[in-house]
Every structure is written in structure tokens, then in C-alpha cells.
Nanobody, 126 residues
């Protein structure tokens, strides 16, 4: 079994920064990529960013480009999401996800991911 545990969420003001972490543990697996999704109240879960575990190459949703950065520490089995210039509309539960190796495609849909964390709440206030 693979476990993903997110941390780092909280209440911040608009314009502030926050860094989320997601630590993977459990049985070893050939990880293709890890990603961040988010779900705001009353909305569907949406893709935020993904990163190839082997190369570290990231891919972002348009609405976070230039503000969020996804990165990894392979030694710690951890992926991060650095969020800068936070906006009110960034308020959501942020979920970490991982997918087994399937060929190296960039994946942005929920159904493409095998493992999920429990989520961490990010609230941005004015």
C-alpha cells in the first residue's frame, strides 16, 4: 500500500506565500509522476501542477503559472508546492496524487492517478 500525506496548509492573507508538502511512504513503486489537485467549495476537483518523478520536469495549470512551483526531493520521497501571491480564489483543499509508471505521459486528469492523499486545507483571506 502507498500512502501520501500532505501538510503545510493553513490560513493566510491574500498576497502571502505557503508551501505544501506531500510525503510518500509504504511499498516502493515505480513512480511516473506526482501532482497537486485542488477542490474549492462547491466545485469539482481541478488539476494544479504535476512533475515527472524521474526528470523533475513540471507542468502547470494556466491559472497558477508564474505563482506556484512544484518540486521534489527524491531522497525524502516528497513533493512540494510553493504557492506565492496567493489569491482568494486559491482557497481550496489541496490534494497530492501519484501514478505508477505507464510510459511517461504528462497527466492532468484525476482518473489517471492511482494514489491520493487526504488533502490539506488552504484558506486565503482578504
Amino acid at each position: 500500500q502507498v500512502q501520501l500525506v500532505e501538510s503545510g496548509g493553513g490560513l493566510v492573507q491574500a498576497g502571502d506565500s505557503l508551501r505544501l508538502s506531500c510525503a510518500a511512504s509504504g511499498r516502493p513503486f515505480s513512480r511516473e509522476s506526482m501532482a497537486w489537485f485542488r477542490q474549492a467549495p462547491g466545485k469539482e476537483r481541478e488539476f494544479v501542477a504535476t512533475l515527472s518523478w524521474s526528470s523533475g520536469v513540471p507542468y502547470y495549470a494556466d491559472f497558477v503559472k508564474g505563482r506556484f512551483t512544484i518540486s521534489r526531493d527524491r531522497a525524502k520521497n516528497t513533493v512540494y508546492l510553493q504557492m506565492n501571491s496567493l489569491k482568494l480564489e486559491d482557497t481550496a483543499v489541496y490534494y497530492c496524487a501519484a501514478v505508477d509508471w505507464r510510459g511517461g505521459k504528462t497527466r492532468i486528469f484525476e482518473y489517471e492517478y492511482d494514489y491520493w492523499g487526504q488533502g490539506t486545507q488552504v484558506t486565503v483571506s482578504s
